[in-house]
């Protein structure tokens, strides 16, 4: 053989040995990308003292005699919905707190989705139930057609072991031996996973193996699909919790609450009418009904409900964010980000359309075979939650509080701001806007500084568990 000769079989074999890898193996690849460790492992025998969240959410509900969905209390009509978001990043992440605020975000648009859900619901179910005996002839030819499939694939990995050893021989470079010696391994598990689902054992020749004849066969399905879509406008978030159990994912739950009279209040918070706010008794001031401590704002999201000191009904919005470092730029970045948190939790107490999709599918066959019975069952669940709300105009959102500190357990640095919209400060923004736009000539503006007023110093370590409940929402719902 000469040298040209020699060069077109090496290279011709190692096209063919790669060629042949990606095709067989490319859905076994995708699949073993699936089996990654999850993020969080608990250790054979760890149990975790702490609560649930949904545990907690049930004991407060109990403690304040309401149940989820339709309650009335001295007349008093409204709707209780729950939700429970997972904290997807890890705890030692720097992202952390990033995804506490998401976990927020899954847990209220849950809460959503179940009050669209109780509004009113599109539910789609079917039924399948199956039952077949083979007969002798057809099982002899399926059972013939398996013995020649599995005859060819045992043929292939004669072929690919001769094809990697052809490579190695003549491979120039020991990264062409290698990937040979991967191409050809990628294989023989192909192969083995396709001889598996055929019947046969991959370790055994198979012509030596005698396929079971089936009797017969039984199958089942059952599937749910239920639709939603609705706009929801005027559901406060009345309590949060945070539960954070050793060694395992953290969840924050929310239990949310809905009303005519927040309806109306989110109405005219989209319509800009300040004369549909429900009116009540005076109350103190916003900031001084608002908590004071970041032990309590850390586990305190969303927005509620409050009366003001001119007895109207205002909206109170907690938004927070993570930053990178105790540096005060990075604090004042964030500072800007839970700023934006909070303005949009107001937005979406204004109103937004939600659609839910969720879908249940189960699956159960048995196979009679000569000697055996082979039961197989399968469950899928499947949920998607959309949830939009358009560019709409507010006027006189205003920080009340800003605030920054440690997370108690892990110590990522957390920025705070208290976001309040009042309607006295609705139409004084309205005002200064008109009277903004008709000014002749360009003034210079001041800058200002501000500063967090915070002190309380929760810094900590990453072990142990964390149980928290944010402040809790005014019955002036």
Known sequence: MNGNDQLHRKKSSLLLTVSAALLLSGSFALNSNASASPAYEISEGEVSDAPSVRDLIDNY??????????????????????GVGTIAARRDSPSYISSRSNAYQKAFVSAQRDMVQFLESEISASIESSYSEPSDA???????????????LQGAIAQVSALSADVQDVAEYESQATAAI???????????????EAGFDPNQPVEFQELKKILSTEEFKDATKIVANSRVAGMQAFKTFEVLPEGNQGTIGVVAIYSDRLHNLANALFSGNETLIPEGAPRKPLRDQIPQKESVLIGTFGVTAKVDENGQLSLVSYGQAGAKS?????????????RTAA??????????????????????????LQDEIVAVTDDSYEESINVTAEALKISGLKTIKRWDSKHPLTGHY?????????????????????????????SEGVQLKTQSDSSEDLSGGKAGAFVSDGAEGSEDF
């Open 61 to 82: 509900l109990d403690s304040k005699g309401w149940t989820e969905g339709d309650n009335d209390k001295n007349g008093k009509k409204f709707f209780v919905a729950v």
């Open 138 to 152: 057809r099982e002899k030819a399926r059972i013939e057609e398996l013995t020649n499939q599995g005859l060819a």
């Open 182 to 196: 991967q191409a050809e391994r990628l294989l023989r598990l192909e192969i083995d996973k396709r001889l598996r």
């Open 326 to 338: 105790e540096s005060s730029r990075s604090l004042e970045a964030a500072q800007r980000k839970a």
């Open 343 to 368: 303005f949009q939790q107001i937005r979406f107490f204004a109103g937004a359309i939600v659609k839910t999709i969720e879908s249940v599918e189960k699956s159960e066959s048995m196979t009679t």
């Open 414 to 442: 957390i920025a705070g701001q208290v976001v309040v919209w009042q309607p006295q400060s609705s139409e004084l923004a309205k005002d200064m806007k008109i009277k903004a736009n008709q000014a002749p000539e360009k």
